[in-house]
């Protein structure tokens, strides 16, 4: 799927106007202001007031989840309540380049799936007053119980990874978990299993280097995909402060040995021999493809993949995964910890004809039928609490769900990436180096720490902090 939101892994090139879209629309004699947004009377079944018969534009991601769940789920629920709304809906793969002019013009769609290589800057939307505060919507009665609020039919962890400075502005609505994906039917063949540390690793990688495939690969256009993996390595070696140091824009964070260390262990994998050749010019799909053919055994990935393979992966292929090892036996975590994170964020925009709506929407989506028929429909983890594994879910799934049950409160994340676009812009550049050869560990560490230096010295640049 095309998900670190999907794929906020990939937002190295994302919206490169951010600036544009933190001053649009600022003043009410600016020409392109928008038209005063429309309500209605609140009521039981209309608990945020929105027009009844105003407009309701949706724009759904079109990655590895496609838009069918909109269509055929959560557009005709939200429609059984309020059959006179005008829907339009549409979908992209050009998030940031598809709406960001109409940001600046000043005619937004109410709803938002920020997903993709192409997603927008929440934080410069932020800023810039774009974003409806979520709040009215996670206070209001859910779709289900009226005794119930919406916020307490979300996990917490989704409430906090749509916050900025402790208000909510999107409702991640996947619940994605990550690690090293490789094919079940493979390793049981080979008499392979999953590596805990990084040795291990290492030594199963030698041995798949003697039977002929590749160890190791990933999208090397969109590095996210291991400096991912690297993070995570460095908050299961040092701990979660580790990345709250970072987030933090603490002095000397990205300097810390445990991020030094896990660089250099993944620096290892192009120094061993053990990447595809041609990983570097690689997109994602490109190294999942591969994977499919038998090329290569391990690919850094998300929950997503086994769905968005669901149409060209063999039928028996056998999607598993296990978290990234541990750079060494002992760690300031268990070896089962692992990075698992709310993603597919929905945003409401402030600005656009009819935001109730759009809240509206995302409160029929996040209702027990809207989150249960999703999950059936697209074999995916949502946020919504207590949702359950789908009866057709793939060995993929299940085994995602297996490593997130036995890591239990061992979960890594980390909101750099999203906080500070010029800093996940840079991390993309010097991991790409860093898994070619280009920058040792230590000269990637102090690439990274010197952007954060400088985006920390820049007042333009509203600073976030957990």
């Known amino acids: 799927m095309n998900h670190l939101s999907r794929r906020q892994l990939l937002r190295g090139a994302a919206l490169t106007g951010a600036g544009l879209l933190a001053t649009a629309c600022a003043t009410p004699g600016d020409p392109a202001a928008p038209r005063p947004a ?30 069918a769940y909109a269509t055929t789920i959560h557009e005709p629920l939200f429609l059984s309540r309020h059959p006179k709304v005008r829907l339009k809906h549409s979908s992209t793969k050009e998030i940031s380049g598809t709406l960001q002019p109409r940001f600046v013009g000043g005619n937004p769609p109410e709803v938002i ?25 996670l206070e209001a009665p859910s779709w289900d119980d009226p005794g119930t609020k919406v916020r307490d039919v979300l996990l917490p962890a989704a409430i906090e990874a749509g916050s900025f400075d402790g208000r909510p502005y999107s409702v991640p609505y996947v619940f994605m978990i990550f690690g090293f994906w490789h094919s079940a039917k493979l390793f049981a063949q080979k008499g392979w299993t999953a590596p805990a540390t990084w040795d291990e690793f290492l030594t199963l990688c030698g041995t798949m280097k003697k039977a002929g495939i590749a160890p190791f690969a990933y999208a090397g256009k969109y590095p996210g995909y291991v400096w991912e993996a690297i993070l995570t390595m460095a908050v299961k070696h040092g701990g979660p402060e580790v990345m709250k140091r970072v987030d933090n824009l603490e002095d000397g964070a990205w300097q810390a040995d445990a991020l030094t260390a896990a660089a250099g262990a993944f620096g290892e994998l192009h120094a061993r021999g053990f990447l595809l050749q041609g990983t570097e010019g690689l997109n994602h799909t490109e190294s999942q493809a591969r994977q499919n053919s038998g090329e290569v055994a391990v690919i850094p990935n998300g929950s997503w993949l086994e769905n968005e393979q669901k149409k060209v ?36 925009a402030a600005r656009s004809r009819n935001p109730a709506a759009g809240m509206e929407y995302l409160r029929a989506m996040v209702s027990r039928e809207g989150a249960g028929k999703y999950s059936g429909l697209v074999s995916t983890l949502t946020t919504v609490r207590g949702a359950a594994l789908p009866p057709q879910a793939g060995a993929g799934l299940r085994s995602a769900a297996a490593a997130l049950e036995a890591a239990g409160t061992g979960l890594v994340n980390w909101r750099v990436h999203e906080w500070y676009k010029e800093i996940a812009t840079e991390l993309d550049a010097a991991t790409g180096q860093l898994m070619t050869g280009g920058v040792t560990a230590a000269q990637w560490a102090e690439r990274l720490q010197r952007k954060a230096d400088a985006v920390k010295k820049d007042s333009s640049i509203k600073k976030f902090s957990r």
């Open 313 to 348: 992966a063999p039928a028996d292929f056998g999607y598993a995964m296990f978290p990234v090892p541990a750079l060494e036996a002992a760690e300031a975590m268990p070896g089962t910890a692992l990075h698992a994170m709310p993603g597919s964020g929905f945003v409401v």
């Open 113 to 137: 799936n920020n997903d993709g290589a192409q997603a927008l800057d929440l934080a410069a939307l932020v800023q810039g007053g774009q974003l409806q505060d979520l709040t009215p919507l």
């Open 38 to 67: 429309a309500t209605g009377a609140r009521s039981a079944a209309n608990p945020l007031g929105l027009d009844e018969n105003g407009p309701l534009e949706i724009v759904i991601f079109d990655g590895g989840l496609g838009d």
